[in-house]
T-cell receptor, first 113, second 116 residues
């Protein structure tokens, strides 16, 4: 029972580099989302998906892309990393989109120099 | 837009004692969900308790209970018989029910320390 798996757990990038944070869930959840957590800011929603082929923007989507080609996977792409994207990123999923009962991954700590 | 406010950045409690974490929210909706999530030092966040706004009865999960005051837009979490494993960051969260709104709004969190 893996739940929500995020990779990598740690990553250091240089400004301008691109990378993809991977997220996979094995619970057949309909809803998947990406949050970033910054000190004193709580969690802020970046992008979310209510099913394969459907994505939408959250509160802070700029600089990030997502896609949902399968139910299981929801990668987050940083197109051109900036120091302001230094954060801890969490992927979360839910059995149904409307319940709000999220299952979280362990997080990915990203540092952009 | 909905907002969630946790006015206590940090709290501490003695082991076996009771502690209450505060949360207020702002919404014009009548039907919604409220949540408390726990983030231990290991970082993986887990759901502690959930409350549906149309239910007057306060939700309870073992040692965790809430005091939901809809008119006051208040949603506090009470932890009874605190244990060392309760030490964590606690986040209050809000979500509109129904429709096409799939977003959770989180507060900034309260860091709970449990003293032996």
């Amino acid at each position: 029972n893996a739940g929500v798996t995020q990779t990598p757990k740690f990553q250091v990038l240089k400004t301008g580099q691109s990378m993809t944070l991977q997220c996979a869930q094995d619970m057949n959840h309909e809803y998947m989302s990406w949050y970033r957590q910054d000190p004193g800011m709580g969690l802020r929603l970046i992008h979310y998906s209510v099913g394969a082929g459907i994505t939408d923007q959250g509160e802070v989507p700029n600089g990030y892309n997502v896609s949902r080609s399968t139910t299981e996977d929801f990668p987050l792409r940083l197109l051109s990393a900036a120091p302001s994207q230094t954060s801890v990123y969490f992927c979360a999923s839910s059995r149904q989109a409307y319940t709000g009962e999220l299952f979280f991954g362990e997080g990915s700590r990203l540092t952009v120099l | 837009a909905q907002t969630v406010t946790q006015s206590q950045p940090e709290m501490s409690v003695q082991e076996a004692e009771t502690v209450t974490l505060s949360c207020t929210y702002d919404t014009s909706e009548s039907d919604y969900y409220l949540f408390w999530y726990k983030q231990p030092p290991s970082r993986q966040m887990i759901l502690v308790i959930r409350q549906e706004a149309y239910k007057q009865q306060n939700a309870t999960e073992n040692r965790f209970s809430v005091n939901f005051q809809k008119a006051a837009k208040s949603f506090s979490l009470k932890i009874s018989d605190s244990q060392l494993g309760d030490a964590a960051m606690y986040f209050c969260a809000y979500k509109n029910s129904g429709g096409s709104n799939y977003k959770l709004t989180f507060g900034k969190g309260t860091l709970l320390t449990v003293n032996p």
